[in-house]
């Protein structure tokens, strides 16, 4: 069974920073692609940054130029460094591995709240 495991969420003021963690329970070369998502209250999930196996990124608009992801492969961890944040930036982040073999797979999620 592959696990995903996130943290690094929390509470912090308008224009603070975070970076999330996910780690995986196997090689992260494993998966063809990994990224980011949060759902905010309310609202469906939606992709915020993704990073293919290969080293591509690819990031929503509201992400660009705030936020940046990246891994590291020896320790199976991909990271979402978010800077400036907003109020509007509150919500469930979820971190997504895809594999030909292990489909899709979803972490548990973790808390990150803006405060105004």
């Known amino acids: 069974q592959v696990q995903l495991v996130e943290s690094g969420g929390g509470l912090v003021q308008t224009g603070g920073s975070l970076r999330l963690s996910c780690t995986a329970s196997?090689?992260?070369?494993?998966?063809?692609?990994m990224g980011w998502y949060r759902q905010a209250p309310g609202k469906q999930r939606e992709l915020v940054a993704a990073?293919?196996?290969?080293?591509?990124?690819n990031y929503a608009d509201s992400a660009k130029s705030r936020f940046t992801i990246s891994r590291d492969n020896a320790k199976n961890t991909m990271y979402l460094q978010m800077n400036s944040l907003k109020p509007e930036d509150t919500a469930v982040y979820y971190c997504?591995?895809?594999?030909?073999?292990?489909?899709?797979?979803w972490g548990q999620g973790t808390q990150v709240t803006v405060s105004s």
């Open positions: 997504n591995a895809y594999s030909s073999t292990w489909s899709s797979v």
């Open positions: 990073i293919a196996r290969g080293g591509s990124t």
């Open positions: 196997i090689t992260i070369f494993s998966f063809n692609s």
